[in-house]
């Protein structure tokens, strides 16, 4: 059971560049997000996806693109590296289910940096 | 909007001792769900503990339990007999309607022999 997992698990870019991350889930979970994690920061939502073929933007969404083909992956494209997407990408998946426990289950994250 | 505040940057706490780290949330949502993570220095995300906002009692899972005041807006999480391994980062978050998690800023834990 791999859980989510995410690919690469390193990676430096120059300005400029353009890149996608990848992230696959193998339990079935309708529900996937990103979030980057910066010092002192915290995780802040970049994109999110209800469902194949449905995204929306999070908290950071700007210089950032996303699609949901198939309910198990969901990459995050930067369009055009900057300096300013130096950060840790996680990958989280869960399930529908209100107000229950919707565990996030994420992935072991992804460390870029844009030179 | 939804919003999550973790007071306390670092804490320090002796190993056998019991320690909480504070967190104040604010919501409009009517149904709501609690969750704090740990993030040891290796990196990945570890599910501790869930609250849900209509839980009658409040929640435990071995060492962690939690401390929610509805109230008080507060989902404090309390670890008992610390242990070396339990140095990290801990995180407090939340989800409303839109299942997206907000998190607070983190608590560095450092537990000293």
């Known amino acids: 059971n791999a859980g989510v997992t995410q690919t690469p698990k390193f990676q430096v870019l120059k300005t400029g560049q353009s890149m996608t991350l990848q992230c696959a889930q193998d339990?079935?979970?309708?529900?996937m997000s990103w979030y980057r994690q910066d010092p002192g920061m915290g995780l802040r939502l970049i994109h999110y996806?209800?469902?194949?073929?449905?995204?929306d933007q999070g908290e950071v969404p700007n210089g950032y693109n996303v699609s949901r083909s198939t309910t198990e992956d969901f990459p995050l494209r930067l369009l055009s590296a900057a300096p300013s997407q130096t950060s840790v990408y996680f990958c989280?998946?869960?399930?529908?289910?209100?107000?229950?426990?919707?565990?996030?289950?994420f992935g072991q994250g992804t460390r870029l940096t844009v030179v | 909007a939804q919003k999550i505040t973790q007071t306390q940057p670092g804490m320090f706490v002796q190993e056998k001792e019991a320690v909480t780290l504070d967190c104040t949330y604010d919501t409009s949502d009517p149904s709501y769900g609690l969750f704090w993570y740990k993030q040891p220095s290796s990196g990945e995300m570890i599910f501790l503990i869930y609250?849900?906002?209509?839980?009658?009692q409040n929640a435990t899972e071995g060492r962690y339990s939690l401390n929610f005041q509805k109230a008080r807006k507060s989902a404090n999480l309390v670890i008992s007999a610390s242990q070396l391994g339990d140095s990290a980062m801990y995180f407090c978050?939340?989800?409303?309607?839109?299942?997206?998690?907000?998190f607070g800023k983190g608590t560095s834990l450092l537990v000293t022999p």
């Open positions: 609250q849900g906002s209509y839980d009658q």
């Open positions: 989280a998946s869960s399930k529908e289910g209100g107000w229950m426990n919707t565990e996030a289950f």
């Open positions: 996806s209800v469902g194949a073929g449905i995204t």
């Open positions: 339990m079935n979970h309708e529900y």
């Open positions: 978050a939340m989800h409303g309607s839109g299942y997206a998690l907000n």
